[in-house]
C-alpha cells in the first residue's frame, strides 16, 4: 500500500467513519470516475464534430452540476472533507472542468486546439481518477477491518490502535482505560429466538454503546457477543461512571423482536487501565477478569480490575 493509501486510510479512521459513510464515500468515487468518463466522450463528441459543447461541459458551475460535485456541496462541512486527500480531489476536479470548458469553446469556434493544451486537459483527468481511485482503495480497505454486522472495527485494528493509544500515553502521562463489555445470557436469546434477534441484539447494543459513549471513545468487536472499549484521557473510576451510564442505557432500551414482544437485554463490563510497556495481552486479561467478576456478582454491572482480582 502506497504512502497516500495509508493517508487516506488513516483518515477514515480519524473521522470515525461508521460503515455506511464508508460505503458511501466508495460508492461516490467509483461513479465519480465513471462519470468523469462518461463527461470526457461528451467532451469528445462536441471537438470532433465542431458542435455547441454541452452545457455539463461549459457551463460555469459545470462541476457542480456532476454527481460528483453536488455530492460534494452537500457533504462539504463534514469532517473528512477537511482532509487534505480529499481537498485535493475537489481542487483536481473543479480544474479539470475549468479547463475542459475553455478547450471546448476554443474547438467550437476556432480551427484547433493547441496540442499541448489537449495533452494538458488529459494529464488532469487522468491524475483524476488516478487520486480518486486511490483514496477509494483506501477507503475501501478500511471497510474492509469493519465488523459487518456491527460496523464496529475488527479486532486487528483494535490492536494497532491500542500500541498507538500507548505510545500517546507515554508521551503524554495521561490515564486511559479498557473496558470489555459481554452482552449478558445472550446464548439464550439465540436460543429462543434464534439467530437473526440475536444479531438485532448484537446492532441494537452496538448502536447504544456507540451514542452514549463520548466522542473520542472508540468501540472493537472483540468476538461473538463482546467487544472492547477504548476510554482515552479517562482513569478506572471515570470510566466506570461513563460505561454504567452506557449499561443503564442499553438495560432500558426495548429491542423490537419479530413475532415477540421486545426483549430487555443488559450488559456487563470489566474495567483495566491501559499502562504503557504492559502487553496488550495482558492489559485485557485485566479487562476480561474483571468482567468475570461482573458476571459473578450477578451481571448487568461494571467491575474495575485489581490486584485482588489475579
Not at 14 to 28: C, G, M, P
Amino acid at each position: 500500500m502506497s504512502a497516500q493509501d495509508t493517508s487516506a486510510q488513516q483518515q477514515a479512521t480519524d473521522a470515525a467513519l461508521s460503515r455506511r459513510q464508508l460505503e458511501e464515500i466508495v460508492r461516490e468515487l467509483e461513479a465519480a470516475m465513471e462519470e468523469t468518463r462518461q463527461w470526457l466522450a461528451l467532451f469528445h463528441r462536441a471537438l470532433v464534430c465542431q458542435l455547441r459543447p454541452d452545457p455539463e461541459v461549459v457551463t460555469e458551475d459545470a462541476h457542480r452540476m456532476s454527481r460528483f460535485g453536488r455530492w460534494y456541496s452537500t457533504h462539504r462541512d463534514d469532517d473528512i472533507f477537511s482532509q487534505p486527500a480529499f481537498a485535493m480531489l475537489v481542487g483536481m476536479h473543479q480544474g479539470l472542468y475549468a479547463h475542459a470548458a475553455i478547450l471546448a469553446v476554443r474547438g467550437w469556434k476556432d480551427d484547433r486546439i493547441p496540442t499541448e493544451e489537449y495533452d494538458a486537459l488529459l494529464h488532469k483527468i487522468d491524475s483524476f481518477n488516478e487520486q480518486a481511485g486511490r483514496m477509494a482503495r483506501a477507503f475501501r480497505a478500511a471497510l474492509s477491518d469493519l465488523d459487518p454486522l456491527t460496523g464496529t472495527n475488527t479486532r486487528m485494528t483494535m490492536e494497532k490502535e491500542l500500541m498507538r493509544e500507548q505510545q500517546r500515553m507515554r508521551r503524554s502521562g495521561r490515564p486511559c482505560s479498557i473496558a470489555i463489555a459481554d452482552i449478558d445470557r445472550f446464548k439464550s436469546v439465540n436460543d429462543t429466538y434464534g439467530h437473526q434477534a440475536g444479531d438485532r441484539v448484537l446492532a441494537r447494543v452496538t448502536r447504544i454503546i456507540e451514542d452514549t459513549l463520548r466522542p473520542y471513545d472508540s468501540i472493537y468487536r472483540f468476538g461473538g457477543e463482546e467487544f472492547l472499549i477504548c476510554l482515552p484521557d479517562t482513569a478506572p473510576e471515570d470510566a466506570r461512571r461513563v460505561l454504567d451510564r452506557v449499561r443503564t442505557t442499553i438495560s432500558e432500551t426495548p429491542v423490537p423482536i419479530d413475532n415477540a414482544d421486545p426483549l430487555f437485554v443488559t450488559v456487563s463490563f470489566g474495567v483495566a487501565q491501559l499502562v504503557p510497556r504492559r502487553k496488550l495481552n495482558e492489559l485485557m486479561e485485566r479487562a476480561d477478569r474483571a468482567l468475570y467478576e461482573a458476571k459473578n456478582n450477578g451481571r448487568d454491572q461494571v467491575v474495575v480490575w485489581t490486584a485482588e482480582l489475579i
